[in-house]
């Protein structure tokens, strides 16, 4: 098995060629990289907001003075219950990431509960809220994109679904997911940042415009030459340009990573009721804004249960 992943000098490379607003460490365990604490040590010193998610074990094997070092961290769970998360994540890892909570919270480090809603967990997202409610810290919750296998797959009824069940048990913080904020009238949603304001840089060095995005022609040598200009590449453009059945759609085109992984990108989002002549309804209160560079990086919701 070929493993693939980035070099320090990868990374420095990557952080001269283009400003830096944050910088998440995301895709995979970080903490399996042989030059963690080196990658950590470069991004620090570079004083940029630098988070991380993490399934426990990345952050259990740093000193508190490193952890402290984060603006905010991100931990994995699917289910709300103990037994079905370690069934998916392996024995065990559910009492890592409630430790991994606890010991944030003394240090004053901000957190954050992440899951992916599937066709196997969306009616219990609810439930996941009030978890990660009793640790004192917010959901994020993005919509399983098929970038590897599609049986996690969400049907049009079930996402739906899933967002009313979410909605129901907790209040809105923000969203970034468009077909959400389209349904939901939020006026002050620009469309997403994927093409715009973010860059993915894939393990094997592929330089994305979203984290899902399927294929990419350009590499780290790209992003060196063209600096912030990369996002007039085609992959970028692609990924910011709006089906022409899009126009005027609230949804502004939805999630292009979405309609690229269906093979569909000139198609409205496989989600969006307008393009069905839907009416989606939706109970939903909005609670306090906070700080969270991933709303500004992907098609995402956080929630509050607190």
């Known amino acids: 098995m070929v493993v693939e992943r980035l070099a320090l000098a990868d990374v420095a490379r990557v952080c001269r060629s283009?400003?830096?607003?944050?910088?998440?460490?995301?895709?995979?365990?970080?903490g399996l990289h042989p030059h963690y604490r080196a990658i950590l040590d470069y991004l620090w010193s570079l004083d940029v907001k630098t988070t991380i998610t993490s399934n426990g074990r990345s952050i259990a094997i740093l000193s508190d003075a490193e952890v402290k070092r984060f603006h905010s961290v991100?931990?994995?769970?699917?289910?709300?219950?103990?037994?079905?998360?370690?069934?998916?994540?392996?024995?065990g890892n559910w009492r890592t990431v409630m430790a991994s909570l606890e010991r944030c919270a003394v240090l004053g480090v901000a957190t954050t509960m992440t899951a992916v809603m599937m066709n196997t967990n969306y009616r219990r997202l609810g439930e996941l809220a009030r978890v990660a409610a009793r640790v004192g810290c917010h959901l994020r919750v993005n919509v399983y994109q098929p970038s590897k296998v599609d049986r996690f797959t969400l049907s049009y009824d079930e996402l739906?679904?899933?967002?009313?069940t979410l909605l129901g048990a907790a209040r809105l913080v923000a969203t970034s997911e468009p077909v959400l904020a389209a349904v939901l009238g939020?006026?002050?949603?620009?469309?997403?940042?994927?093409?715009?304001?973010?860059?993915?840089?894939?393990?094997?060095?592929?330089v994305l415009p979203c984290?899902?995005?399927?294929?990419?022609?350009?590499?780290?040598?790209?992003?060196?030459?063209?600096?912030?200009?990369?996002?007039?590449a085609p992959e970028f453009v692609d990924a910011r340009r709006r089906p022409a059945a899009c126009e005027g759609?609230?949804?502004?085109?939805?999630?292009?990573?979405?309609?690229?992984?269906?093979?569909?990108?000139?198609?409205p989002d496989p989600y969006c009721p307008y393009a069905r002549?839907?009416?989606?309804?939706?109970?939903?209160?909005?609670a306090s804004a906070v700080d969270l560079p991933k709303l500004g990086s992907a098609c995402t919701t956080v929630v509050t249960a607190c």
């Open 18 to 30: 283009i400003p830096l607003r944050s910088v998440n460490l995301g895709v995979g365990e970080n």
């Open 74 to 91: 991100e931990f994995s769970l699917d289910f709300p219950t103990e037994h079905e998360h370690d069934l998916v994540r392996g024995t």
């Open 160 to 164: 739906w679904t899933g967002f009313r």
């Open 186 to 206: 939020l006026s002050a949603f620009s469309g997403p940042a994927c093409g715009r304001s973010t860059v993915r840089v894939a393990p094997d060095g592929r």
């Open 211 to 232: 984290t899902y995005w399927p294929e990419s022609a350009l590499t780290i040598d790209d992003l060196a030459r063209d600096g912030a200009a990369i996002i007039d």
């Open 249 to 267: 759609c609230p949804c502004r085109g939805g999630c292009a990573g979405r309609r690229a992984l269906a093979g569909a990108l000139d198609a």
């Open 277 to 286: 002549n839907d009416r989606i309804a939706i109970d939903w209160e909005p």
